[in-house]
């Protein structure tokens, strides 16, 4: 399972001199309230490798889009070569020699690798396929690309639809190229291999921003990294200089305590999740139980298993058997049986899509996961629903304080507390909540933080957050998860527990 | 033996002619990634428009040539539609074919019975001479010469030029053309415009060359096996000319089946050239890869943000 990456034996070449091929100053964007990018400078060098080290919602991929043209940025501006640029769309970045791969390819399944690259790009009416097919395979080799430039892109790996994306800007003559998150699709193997290609053109005197969350591979791979958290730029580090990546991760996902409650542990009661041996899936001999009045915070780097473990608890994945008991039933049982109320109740991150109907009403969203008490057969009682609806917006104070309130018309704190109104509402014994409080600002996150404390009274709550202040305020145990395993279950009252955590997160574990 | 097989093939490459032209057309829009099911309505609209310019200026030249500008007419109101508006292509295109043949009806009935200069049969010079095929393919009207050097065409214009890549490019992925710094819509426009330019030919040729004389309802369905042949090809133009003959070969015998007094009842007959073609539909669809349709085929591209 554990992959070793290239070792870097590579001093970034001088030749290229000192002077910032892109400088970012003071670039600010804002989405409504949520401040995204919050005056970030940072200066991009050719002929090397700058990582961009983040959470997810850190701001990474805003910034970049910013620089790729993609989003204009409400204040400070870049500058390419020592002269100020402004980016209409991305085709403005693209001639300006700023290419982007982006996580999702932008290529033509049913054409050659060589038309791929070359669309758009051709030079004249008439067109040859073998001449085509040499100019292509000449820039791959150039970079050590390994690809055939005749074979449809149908028939290509994720890593091999990479390099013709790569090959893309290549020939465009893109100077800085931003890679968003690349290694996600691909296999070990052709990580190394998209590492060793990167080198190369880092050699040849290109700048390359690639863009992650995952420690080793920035620390493999990169020249300089620099790290960004809630929208600021955290810091610039070394690679070589690096002492600790436990140092590395806590710096990435932040250690101040930002905001305190007050939490008296509660009785347990009875068991209402065990998860015993769940393997598959990404994940590897997971085993936890929750009990009735218990908080178990389960934290880590995103991208580690926390998807899938929530996704197999909540049904929308299908376990192995035997894996996982919800309320002391088997899941398949459960599920089979799953009633309105006294049931499982999911708090997504995702809240306008997997949570909410964004074009409905919010007595179309209560009746979306309950209808007990609402429904005659066929007919829905929708008077009855507004009037509750009416109630829990009072009891939640939810604003605008009206039923006929569209969901995508609410702030992100608001809906969170029609999702929490509604999902308490069905009096669940078990809560699963992820990132609750991801992107709210400090008086919705106390909110909702109380929430997930009362509901404690009438369930158990498993909470898979990044957040590791979050997991120390509501938790009574912490689960570390790295690369799909349970690192360390710390006991939250333990004094050395928040320090454990971070080497923990960063994969260190403590044989 | 000859004497039969011979003429019959003519004949087959005669009715072939007006459908290959339609699903080429259609072909050309797919291409784009616009499905057009107007095919009908624009084929009978230009057979008019070829007929009653052919009869008003006496040159059935500019007969044809305005039989596909009113197939282009058309297929721009689809893509006014489909490309500007984000309509339903499929909505839309039923609704082109309701208005093409309805209005053609209107227009037409006065005119029912006369007759416009079209195009005659000649050898063509050499060809002609080759035993058997010249008989087969070079004894026709100007327009099926014409028609012979259309399916090459579209094969080089899509496989050897940067314009084809592009309209390929856009029918598969409009937001990878957009992004290699293309214009999806404009190509989209340009597939749709052509494509009904080419359709339009295929009606002028049934009231030029197929007759002489105006009459109702000459487009007969064919736009709708056009729409059908073009999935029967796979999108490839050579496979599109291999459709076209079968549908005129089965129209030609029933046609010459009926004229040797058979006591077979004609509506049967004349069924045969349209269950013909959906059974064949049918097959290639079973052996067909379904992957060969334009992936973007039939969805409108979103305006980013």
Redesign the interface.
């Known amino acids: 399972m554990d992959h070793k990456f290239p070792t870097r034996d590579r001093t970034p070449a001088d030749q290229f001199g000192n002077v910032p091929a892109v400088r970012l100053v003071n670039l600010t964007k804002r989405f409504g309230k949520v401040i995204a990018n919050d005056s970030i400078n940072l200066d991009i060098y050719p002929g090397r490798i700058k990582a961009l080290l983040g959470e997810n919602g850190a701001g990474k991929s805003t910034m970049m889009s910013m620089l790729a043209g993609r989003y204009k940025p409400d204040e400070g501006f870049i500058e390419i070569g020592g002269k100020e640029v402004s980016f209409s769309n991305?085709?403005d970045a693209?001639e300006a020699g700023i290419g982007m791969v982006y996580q999702h390819f932008?290529?033509?399944?049913?054409?050659t690798v060589a038309?791929?690259v070359l669309?758009?790009?051709?030079g004249?009416?008439?067109?040859?396929?073998r001449e085509m097919v040499e100019r292509v395979r000449g820039i791959a080799e150039d970079f050590g690309l390994d690809i055939d430039p005749e074979a449809r892109i149908?028939e290509l790996s994720m890593g091999e639809k990479q390099r013709v994306e790569i090959l893309?800007l290549l020939y465009r003559e893109s100077q800085i190229l931003i890679f968003d998150e690349p290694t996600a699709v691909l296999t070990p193997e052709e990580t190394t291999r998209l590492f060793e290609a990167l080198w190369k053109m880092a050699d040849q005197g290109k700048s390359i921003v690639f863009i992650s969350h995952k420690l080793e591979e920035v620390i493999a791979l990169a020249d300089e990294i620099a790290i960004l958290r809630r929208g600021k730029i955290e810091g610039e580090v070394d690679p070589a200089s690096i002492e600790s990546k436990a140092d590395l991760a806590r710096r990435m996902v932040g250690k101040e305590v930002l905001l305190e409650i007050d939490r008296t542990p509660m009785e347990p009661g009875e068991e209402v999740l065990r998860v015993e041996n769940l393997t598959g899936m990404g994940l590897e001999d997971v085993n936890f139980t929750i009990r009735h009045g218990e908080v178990l915070a389960v934290v880590g780097v995103a991208g580690n298993g926390q998807k899938a473990l929530i996704e197999a608890i909540c049904g929308l994945r299908k376990p192995p058997r035997d894996t996982i008991f919800i309320n002391r039933k088997p899941w398949r049982k459960f599920f089979a049986e799953s009633t309105w109320k006294r049931s499982l109740s999911y708090i997504p991150e995702d809240r306008l899509g997997l949570a909410t109907l964004k074009n409905h009403n919010l007595v179309d969203n209560l009746l979306l996961t309950t209808r007990k008490g609402f429904a005659f057969g066929p007919w829905l009682d929708k008077k009855k629903a507004a009037t509750k609806a009416q109630d829990l917006i009072e009891k939640f104070d939810i604003r605008p304080p009206k039923i006929t309130a569209l969901a995508s018309q609410l702030s992100g704190g608001n809906l969170q507390k029609t999702v929490l109104a509604r999902e308490l509402f069905r009096e669940p014994v078990l809560i699963v909540a992820e990132q609750p409080s991801q992107g709210l600002d400090v008086s919705a996150t106390e909110e909702v933080w109380k929430r997930l404390l009362e509901v404690r009274e009438m369930a158990g709550v498993l909470l898979v957050t990044g957040d590791l202040n979050e997991a120390l305020q509501l938790a009574d145990r912490v689960a570390v998860i790295y690369r799909g395993r349970i690192l360390g279950m710390l006991p939250v009252g333990d004094e050395d527990t928040p320090g454990r955590i971070g080497p923990l997160m960063a994969g260190l574990s403590e044989e | 033996m000859t004497e039969l097989i011979v003429p019959l093939l003519a004949a087959t490459v005669q009715s072939g002619t007006p459908v290959l032209f339609a699903t080429l057309g259609e072909m050309f829009t797919e291409k784009g990634g616009i499905l057009n099911l107007g095919v009908e309505g624009m084929m009978s609209v230009a057979a008019f428009a070829a007929f009653v310019t052919a009869y008003m200026t006496g040159s059935p030249w500019l007969g044809f040539i305005a039989g596909g500008i009113a197939g282009m007419l058309m297929a721009t109101l689809h893509g006014i539609v489909c490309i500007s508006c984000l309509g339903n292509q499929v909505v839309s295109g039923l609704a082109l074919t309701i208005l093409g043949v309805g209005l053609t009806k209107f227009l037409g009935t006065p005119y029912i019975g006369m007759a416009a200069p079209g195009f005659d049969k000649f050898a063509f010079p050499l060809l002609s001479d080759i035993p058997v095929l010249g008989n087969i393919f070079f004894r026709h009207d100007a327009l099926v010469y014409v028609s012979f050097i259309i399916p090459v065409l579209f094969w080089f214009f899509f496989?050897?030029?940067?314009?084809g890549?592009?309209i390929?490019?856009t029918g598969?992925?409009p937001?990878?053309?957009a992004?290699?710094?293309?214009k999806p819509v404009r190509l989209r426009y340009l597939a749709v415009g052509v494509g009904g330019f080419l359709v339009g030919l295929g009606g002028a040729y049934l009231s030029l060359a197929y007759t002489h004389l105006w009459t109702n309802g000459l487009s007969g369905g064919r736009g709708w096996i056009a729409v059908a042949l073009v999935i029967f090809a796979f999108w490839r133009p050579g496979r599109a000319v291999i459709g076209a003959y079968l549908f005129g070969g089965v129209m030609a015998f029933q046609l010459r089946l009926q004229a040797s007094g058979t006591n077979l009842p004609s509506s049967l007959l004349l069924m045969l050239p349209y269950a013909l073609t959906i059974i064949v539909l049918v097959f290639s669809a079973f052996r067909g890869r379904g992957?060969e349709a334009?992936?973007a085929l039939g969805t409108n591209i979103e305006p980013e943000g």
Request: net charge neutral; proline share 5%.
């Open positions: 991305s085709k693209l932008m290529l033509v399944e049913s054409m038309e791929n669309l758009g790009q051709e004249s009416f008439f067109v040859n396929p149908c893309k | 496989r050897r030029t940067s314009l890549m592009a390929t490019a598969e992925y937001q990878a053309a992004a290699a710094g293309l992957t334009p992936a």
